[in-house]
């Protein structure tokens, strides 16, 4: 697998993704650390300021999947079959980080834990979720 193609598709090659600003902090297989760019436009709760719940979930989901795929062929196809998020604590107004990890990859679905926390708060994480993705395997 080529990390740097991967990462290139993160950043720029799917247009949600590059609307909301995902880069990709660090890629390895099986692991994958994502981060959002803190911008005002993010924010769902002004009287926090807290980042928009549907912002955590996507990046989630992102973060999670795109760790099962760097365990896949590049040509192979990915789809979200379940993601949960539980939501801890408000994003504050910090750029946000997510990292996921690969718990189990089968040969036609893969399963990933992922945590994500603000900017300057490693430890102090405000939300924990699990993917589980459909892998379609190329010919």
């Known amino acids: 697998m080529d ?4 990462a290139d598709l993160i950043e720029n090659g799917l247009p949600f993704q ?3 600003g995902i880069r990709v902090a660090s890629i390895a297989e099986g692991r994958v650390r994502l981060f959002i760019p803190f911008r005002e436009d993010l924010i ?3 009287r926090r300021p807290a980042i928009h719940g549907g912002v955590i979930s996507t990046l989630a989901d992102v973060c999670a999947g795109f760790a099962v795929w760097t365990r896949c062929r590049l040509n192979d196809r990915i789809a979200t079959i379940d993601l949960r998020v539980d939501y ?5 107004a910090h750029d946000l980080y997510a990292e996921a990890t690969v718990r189990l ?3 036609r679905v ?3 834990q992922v945590v994500l926390w603000s ?3 490693p430890d102090e994480h405000v939300a924990e979720g699990r993917g589980v993705y459909n ?3 190329s010919q």
């Open 110 to 112: 893969g399963n990933a």
């Open 3 to 6: 990390f740097k193609v991967l």
């Open 88 to 92: 801890l604590r408000p994003a504050t």
């Open 135 to 137: 892998i379609r395997r």
């Open 18 to 20: 590059k609307m909301l």
């Open 119 to 121: 900017d300057g708060s």
């Open 105 to 107: 990859l089968g040969n």
């Open 44 to 46: 769902g709760d002004a």
